[in-house]
């Protein structure tokens, strides 16, 4: 199952700047958490809180997969995906059927080689509690994304002349960045700068809340310095970018970054920037984009 993201945001705000190394990206859940996949389906009874507890595991209750309107598959070229459990509308029909890249985490040194996945059916509470049909059989619309290795950091589909194997990663000195502070990416003996700009408001809780907030790279590439925006938002909801991981995943010399971006605690946004694919004067591109909202 996927961890609560309000909660791991609250960790990772408490460790900020302690670990030089991050985790892997979870698959953050808002309403998913109550999510089950099909194994469990069995005389279900809702609670006071509106979730769903399971009596029996050992009996499965007779379902039908919802299949209509699926998603259509992106049209970016680069696509990213998490293992965990989701919506019907989050996972896009074909999923399985790609070549997909994993990005493994093996005890803090990381591999990109071939790998697949599969897209099983889940019950959604959210929107599969009273769903059945004409027959009386439970209609499941879930989607549970399973990969063939449990070190899986993030499934990639669409790299080309990309070389399998371990991969050079950058060490970094916070995951969460404060408005105008920074945090250094330390690379094969180069910096490279995330700064956070925004605007920030003290909360009677002792929080801040976040407008205008983004981020601001700044790095070496081919004898020059350059700056970018990696990505702002006007709004936010008790929520911040998170930087998952940052590696060089197409050999270039660079690293690559992997971050949440999601600009409110019931969603998420995880984004994968490749320095290979960056206009000329940038450093990056962000290629490939995963989200999920809440129901």
Request: hydrophobic share 35%; charged share 25%; net charge negative.
């Amino acid at each position: 199952m996927h961890q609560l993201r309000h909660l791991i945001l609250f960790l990772l705000i408490s460790l900020a700047g302690c670990h030089s190394k991050p985790d892997a990206p979870q698959a953050p859940l808002t309403d998913h958490s109550h999510m089950i996949d099909t194994s469990a389906v069995a005389n279900e009874e809702a609670d006071t809180s509106g979730l769903y507890s399971i009596q029996d595991t050992t009996a499965v209750a007779e379902f039908v997969v919802d299949t209509t309107n699926l998603t259509p598959e992106p049209n970016n070229p680069i696509k990213i995906l998490l293992e965990g459990l989701y919506h019907k509308e989050e996972v896009w029909k074909g999923a399985e059927d790609k070549q997909w890249f994993g990005l493994f985490d093996k005890n803090g040194s990381y591999e990109l080689r071939p790998t697949s996945l599969k897209v099983e059916p889940a019950f959604d509470p959210a929107v599969d509690a009273t769903r059945v049909t004409e027959e009386g059989s439970k209609l499941i619309s879930g989607r549970q994304v399973v990969g063939a290795d449990t070190s899986t950091m993030v499934f990639i589909t669409g790299l080309t002349n990309i070389e399998p194997g371990t991969v050079d990663t950058a060490a970094f000195d916070k995951n969460v960045i404060p408005i105008n502070k920074e945090a250094v990416l330390s690379f094969k003996g180069k910096e490279y700068r995330i700064e956070a700009f925004g605007d920030s408001t003290l909360l009677e809780t002792g929080d801040y809340s976040y407008k205008n907030y983004g981020w601001r790279i700044s790095g070496p590439k081919k004898g020059r310095l350059l700056k970018q925006v990696l990505s702002k938002d006007e709004e936010f909801q008790q929520s911040t970018y998170i930087l998952y991981w940052a590696g060089d995943i197409d050999r270039d010399g660079i690293p690559d970054l992997i971050a949440e971006l999601s600009n409110h605690y019931n969603t998420t946004r995880t984004a994968l920037f490749l320095s290979s694919k960056a206009e000329k004067g940038k450093l990056y591109k962000k290629v490939a984009v995963f989200d999920t909202k809440s129901k």
